[in-house]
């Protein structure tokens, strides 16, 4: 299983982004989905997280600017980031998860680099 994000950029303050996810095989329609961010000197932190059903969740720094959304027939899951401010500056990376027999499997994509500067 591989997760590739892209979408990642320079955008000025106020701006917006979308960093799609796209998982090879099939695992994304049973897998919780997950936008994780580390900025530089600091640890990766949850951004948003989806799960199969199409429950979210949101940490509070980006909530009602960013919306999470998947899309089961193309394999991929999208991280709408509107109004972006300086500090949602970071490596994003995406992850996805799910259990078999009540072993977790966990995968995470290579990050893709969101700038955020005027």
């Known amino acids: 299983v591989q997760l590739q994000a892209s979408g990642g950029g320079l955008v000025q303050p106020g701006g917006s982004l979308r960093l799609s996810c796209a998982a090879s095989?099939?695992?994304?329609?049973?897998?919780?989905m997950g936008w994780y961010r580390q900025a530089p000197g600091k640890q990766r932190e949850l951004v948003a997280v989806?799960?199969?059903?199409?429950?979210?969740n949101y940490a509070d720094s980006v909530k009602g600017r960013f919306t999470i959304s998947r899309d089961n027939a193309k394999n991929t899951v999208y991280l709408q980031m509107d109004n972006l401010k300086p500090e949602d500056a970071a490596v994003y990376y995406c992850?996805?998860?799910?259990?078999?027999?009540?072993?977790?499997?966990?995968?995470w994509g290579q990050g893709t680099e969101v700038t955020v500067s005027s």
């Open positions: 095989g099939s695992i994304l329609s049973r897998a919780v």
């Open positions: 992850n996805a998860y799910y259990y078999v027999l009540a072993q977790k499997r966990d995968y």
């Open positions: 989806i799960g199969s059903g199409g429950s979210n």
